[in-house]
Every structure is written in structure tokens, then in C-alpha cells.
């Protein structure tokens, strides 16, 4: 039987024609593309080659939910956006840009935080959901919605150097939970805003999840199903290992005990109990409070734990603060007064929160947590500083 | 007593052992390993013997590769 090329016009004959000659693809597989509905979750570092690549490779119709606006700081990797796109909705900024790399693609637009509340809503429309979101509550709830609807679920996840890729498909392997099964407590992991990425480390792993999910479209190759891939870029090297699926799972387990969506945030301690900042038994201070007590007879020593970068954008150099990084902390201690009540200061006051433990925990009593940090200043008192 | 050869993943990297390899006590589990190496309770989300997803209660023989993951959530 002749190939049958019908659903595609000229334009597209041409623009797919590298994949027409691949027998895994062909016409056949082209058409199964084109009739795809992905939903990528995160228009971030991830998201942006995941997009990118899915809407040259022709996925009829791509799903990009985020809720969050561009910012300078997010362009050194997520290559979706530029800088004619800074404060505008990164789902507005993706949508522009993959209709500019594929008009035959059809965006559909979720500007929205996906919640326990919207997010089976959200994936009813889709063959299978891709995942570059960037926090623990949204991988859970992604997994456990694609379990319940059975759906694959295609994860991916960037640190400095590392990434991991896997494919969940709880019909015949594990799911996320199977490997993670207890979220890390709140605070523990740092965010690529705290502990760095690569650029081009997203844009690697967000390749290779953008290859499984054309895989599982067209039914080629074997997918990441119960393997997990490790890319380390500082070795290059490429490492996998075997995960078995829990059959205790409380989502897809034989025996399954969680048959509905639960509150994510919850789940992964982030109101039961509090981030740092906002714990009653951690010594804050006001950003107004504290613009009064500089300006009394006895000013804190004001510490900045933020990277010497931060600093270099906005600081509170003039009122006197001293920058000593929270990596240095520890052999920096000797410039730390002991008779001077401390003010400890960082960009929203987590990381800070967590100097005034440690510091208190080594004796040190006068010590106080600048309550939202930087930002909080720069909102309450100083609104001349840069806000990054 | 058995030799192992260890890598400590991401944020974990400075528990790494000179020439990635050390040496354990007899019966040594991978929870001892972990409290061993000094790792904050926690901070090991996964646990890896020769490839395989392991528990914590395994017993560690000689030449085994043991992997250690932090939890990894960046996107």
C-alpha cells in the first residue's frame, strides 16, 4: 500500500520531510504527531526545549501551563523567551515564539498555577503531560493526576550539574512517588535560584524528555519506563539505573489507598509547617523596625548571606551591612560581633532564617531575621534598590 | 571487611570518597553507610546497589556500587 500523505499539506510535506524518511516515523508516525495533544507543565528551563523541540517535530496541539511572568534572571537558560519578552506572561511570551517556530501548531494557553483543584480539568484534554515545573508540590500532583487518568507522565529535573530524566507510566512501571515516596521537607532543597543551573543543563535534559515523549507518541524505541537516566555535565556521562514499582505505591500500588487528588502543599509541608521566615519561634524583625533601630544610638550589624552577585545588583551597603556569603559563614565567623545585637539579611529571608538558627545554636542570642529580606526592604523602606 | 565503590550525587558530591571507593565493616546496610559518611538524616532521597533502587536495610558486599541522590526538583 502506498504511503498516504492526505493530512498534510505542501508546507508541511516539506517542513516534516527529514522525518518522513525515518521508518520509525514515516507518514504514518508524522500523522500520529500531528494529532498529538501534549501538555508541557512549566515554561521555564525545562518547558523551553521541551516546547520548542514538540512544536518543530509537528505535535498538533501543545498545552503550556505557567503562571509566572519573564524575568531577566530566567534568559541565561530558558531559550523560549527574549528580552523583548521581560514582564510579560511566560505563557503569552511561549505562545508567541512556538507559533513563530511552527504555525501548524496549536497552543493552547494555561495561565494558571495548577492546584489539586484544576489540575485533571487541565490534563483532560491531553495524551500525556511533560514536566519542567520547579517544585515538589506540582511533580506530585502531575504524578498522581497522570496515575489517575493513565497517562504517561514524562519527568525531568535540573541541579547546577545534574539531571535526572524518567518516564512514569504506572500501567507497567513506577510512578514518581514509587521512587520518591516522602517529599524532602520544605526548605531542604535549594532552588536553582539559590543553588544555581547550568544554562545548557535544562536545555539537555529538556531534549531528551522532548525525544521520550515523541517516542511515546509514535510508539518507537523503549522509553524510559522504569529507568531513570542521570546526566552529569561536569563528567559528561550518562548513567542509568533500574527502579522497581512499588506495589505498596499509595497511588498506583496494587492495593491503592489515594484515589483522589490531595492538597500538594500539604503533602509536602509547606503549611502545616511553616517556611522559615514565618515561624513564631524564629527572632524577626521588621524592615521598618529595623530602619529605626539603624538610625538609633546603637545600630545592629547588619549581615548580608547572599552571594557576592546579589550584592553587586542592590545592597544595603549604606547602612552599613557587610557581605559574608552563607558558604563562607562557618570560616568567617571572627568578623561576626558578639556584642552587638545582629541583623541577618538575605533576598527573601529564608536563607537568612537559616543563618539565624545555626547562629544561635552556637551561642550567639542576639541575633534576628530581617523578616522578607532584601525585597521586603526595597518595598517598605528603600524603594530606589533594584528588585531582581 | 568489603570494598565499595561510591558516588554521591548532586548536593551530596562532597560525601564522596578519595578515588570513589571505600572500605566498610562487615554487614554494613546502606543506613550505616549513610551514618557512616556523616550525611544528615534526610538529605538521601535514593539509594542505588549495582543499578538497582535499593532499602535501606541492604547489606553492602564487597565490590558493590552504591549511588546516593539528594531529592532533585529544578526545572
Redesign the interface.
Known sequence: MAPDFSGFGRQELVRYARHFVLPEVGPEGQARVKGARVLVV?A????SPVALYLAAAGVGTLGIVDHDVVDLSNLQRQVLHGTSSLGRSKVASARERIREANPHVEVVSHQLRLTSANALEVLEGYDLAV??????PT?YLLNDACVLQGKPYVY?????W???VSVFAAQEGPCYRC??RE???PG?????AE?G?LGTL?GVVGTLQAMEALKLVLGAGDPLVGR?L?F?GLALSF??????RNRECPVCGDEPTQTALVDYDLFCGLEPEPSPPEREDLPQIAPGELRELLAGPSPPFLLDVREPYEWEIGNLGDQGAVLIPMGELQRRMGEIPRQRPVVVYCHVGVRSALVVEALRAQGMDGVWNLRGGYLAWADEVDPSLPRY | MPVITLKC???LAAYNPPKGEMTVPESTNLAGLVEMLGIPP??V??M?VN???ARQDQVLSEGDRV?L???????
Open positions: 512549566g521555564g528551563g525545562l518547558g514536566d519542567g515545573s520547579d517544585n515538589f511533580r525531568g529535573a535540573v541541579d547546577r545534574e539531571g535526572h521512587l520518591f517529599p524532602p521537607p531542604m532543597v535549594p532552588t536553582c543553588a543551573v535544562p531513570l542521570v552529569d548513567r542509568q539505573v533500574h527502579l522497581p | 550525587y548532586a548536593t534526610g538529605e532521597k535514593l542505588f543499578g538497582r533502587g549511588g541522590f539528594p531529592p532533585v526538583g529544578g526545572g
